[in-house]
């Protein structure tokens, strides 16, 4: 089973400031990773797939980067509406997907 | 606009049965790979079962193989999970998922269904 690691566990910013947060493979995923959104009480959105392809109606302040182990989310500039949790997702070993543990993004 | 609208969830004993439903609309629901995603509470992300447009293939989480079954109605536009032997480690918010991009992404869920597993 391939390990997602997400870090940091919560990260404190303020809006407008920019958000980076890691997300590293226990082995090899090649570029099969996706970000997921989730905000208290609904369903997860899909931001990103294939490590850097923004999904459809997803804003161009969230942008993925990275393969192999190490990929990265990034948000430019943090609006109040950005603030949730994100997960990433490989699809390597399919069907054996697995999701990291999650990133908390909160308002500083 | 894809809708997923899940049905089916509840308060059920150790042991007992439950069946899951997800009605879909929007899309060309038999084009495509069906999933069910749990999430316990407070808790992250778990990829439970997948079925693929035609019900060729199947997969399950280690989790729940053997004890979860997962179905499709194409003439109906729904997604199925019979979901037998029930333990409390299944107590969770059971979302459905279509894949569009790709069979093993989510790209659409659907608000999920309640499902604790308690005496």
């Known amino acids: 089973e391939i390990v997602l690691t997400q870090s940091p566990a919560t990260l404190s910013l303020s809006p407008g400031e920019r958000a980076t947060l890691s997300c590293r493979a226990s082995?090899?995923?090649?570029?099969?990773l996706a970000w997921y959104q989730q905000k208290p009480g609904q369903a997860p959105r899909l931001l990103i797939y294939?490590?850097?392809n923004r999904a459809t109606g997803i804003p161009a302040r969230f942008s993925g980067s990275g393969s192999g182990t190490d990929f990265t989310l990034t948000i430019s500039s943090l609006e109040p509406e950005d603030f949730a949790v994100y997960y990433c997702?490989?699809?390597?070993?399919?069907?054996?997907?697995?999701f990291g543990g999650g990133t908390k993004v909160e308002i500083k | 606009e894809v809708q997923l609208v899940e049905s089916g969830g509840g308060l059920v004993k150790p042991g007992g049965s439950l069946r899951l439903s997800c009605a879909a609309s929007?899309?060309?629901?038999?084009?495509?790979?069906m999933n069910w995603v749990r999430q316990a509470p407070g808790k992250g992300l778990e990829w439970v079962s997948s079925?693929?447009?035609?019900?060729?293939?199947?997969y399950y989480a280690d989790s729940v193989k053997g004890r979860f079954t997962i179905s499709r109605d194409n003439a109906k536009n729904s997604l199925y999970l019979q979901m037998n032997s029930l333990r409390a480690e299944d107590t969770a918010v059971y979302y459905c998922?279509?894949?569009?991009?790709?069979?093993?992404?989510?790209?659409?869920w659907g608000q999920g269904t309640l499902v604790t597993v308690s005496s």
């Open positions: 998922a279509s894949s569009h991009i790709a069979a093993e992404y989510f790209d659409y």
């Open positions: 294939d490590a850097s």
């Open positions: 079925i693929s447009s035609s019900s060729s293939y199947i």
């Open positions: 929007g899309f060309t629901f038999s084009s495509y790979s």
């Open positions: 997702q490989q699809r390597s070993n399919w069907p054996l997907a697995t």
């Open positions: 082995q090899s995923v090649s570029s099969y």
